[in-house]
């Protein structure tokens, strides 16, 4: 049926492979210990979509990029090897910006991937992203959760446009082993799926210590239970910052409606100052571009990948090489990142945002701590509903691209988790949705109280 579902929806574009013998298999695997073995493992017959920047053993894995098109991995990231063994079937590989850079899923090798929400043919929404096409794997019916992973904010923002529930765990929570690094220092796996209960479901099969990945926690996970809540215990933080340019009115409405609604349930609520967030974002970039100018100079076409005819020199190829495999963006983010390391920039920028990374990082550690500490933060997740592909595209608005993140990057900078939850519709008839951020390994606290709001 799932497998059904996702070639119905085709024309969203939510995968770029379909994993119909893997999904038979499992499937068949999972019968069998249903009916003759009478032992089923905790995902049995769950179907499960997984972002194009996580390796799969025998299956494709792209990145949506040229320079990956062929690549077929020789083993599986640990986020889907422990998802397979708890009995979950994978249906397909999703789409997503090209080497997750980007948030809206509009920059792949395979094309754009298409928001359900509204959709006709000739008008039709962004879905966010870049983890676009795992949000509408689930959002479409076609899947139970999808894996995305989550940088800056790659998970929760095509969460909040698609109308589904958006995990961030806390990094070193989930083994990031087999995801295709982007931003080592901030990538994180990320959950999409229809409820908090589900993504809770998820989150105890993948989390815990992993050998393969040196920044997972030692300490094994307790898995998360929902349970009842002291709301009258919670102190929740609505920080002022988080007011900024460009929010719409709708999504402040809600953010003032779900403040409301909590006061009167008695949970605490009180304005919280994050003072460094205003630099977050260009703090950000600056960061992003030095870890991506490091991480794809990898993609030489000598190891991996594409190799183009041009090899006259080893310099030739490389370049040749490059230039085919990446689209503009990534390409621009390498030259940027290139120009930021370089000896005479290096201090003024790298070491500049690294600064400014700690304080960033500092200013929630200090409204998690001390007198007037608080629980857990809220805020929306994204500055409006999901934005028309001609609009999101124009020249105009690629410039400010950016922006879209500026409620969902700080809390990659400093490692915290965070889960954006469906609210309500807009006038649109678009899915408007809301964060919730929490200190590290805040995540059974701040799934209760998401399940509580949801
Ligand atoms: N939009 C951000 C970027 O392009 C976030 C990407 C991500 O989280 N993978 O860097």
Redesign the pocket.
Known sequence: LSLQKAKQTNELNAFVTLTEDEAENHAIESEKRFYIDKNTKSLDGISIGIKDNFCTSSIVTTCASDMLKNFVPTYDATVYSRLRNAGACLIGKCN??EF????GTVDSLFGPTRNPWGYTKDRWRITG???GGSAVAVTSGACVAAIG???????R?PAALCGVVGLKPTYGLVSRYGLIP??NS??VPGILARTVEDAITILNTIAGPDVLDSTTFKEPFNPIELGDIDLGRVRIGIPKEYHCQGMSKEIIETWSYVIDLLEKEKVKMKSVSLPNTSVSIAV??IL?QCEVASNMARYDGVEFGLRTKEDSSTEELYASTRLKGFNN?VRSRILAGNYFLLTKNYQNYYIKALQLRRLIHDDFKNVFNGENAVDLLLTPTTLSDAPLFEEFTSKNNRDQ??Y??YC??PA?MAGIPAVSIPICLSKNNLPLSLQLMGPRLSEALMMNVAKHIE
């Not at 997750?100 to 948030?103: H, N, Y």
């Not at 992973?149 to 998970?155: L, N, P, Y």
């Open positions: 997503l910006d997750a850079m980007g948030s992203g870049s983890s992973s989550d940088t800056g904010g790659s998970t923002n982007l931003v901030m990538d950000y970039s992003n963006v691209c950016a879209q993140d969902t990057q990659n």
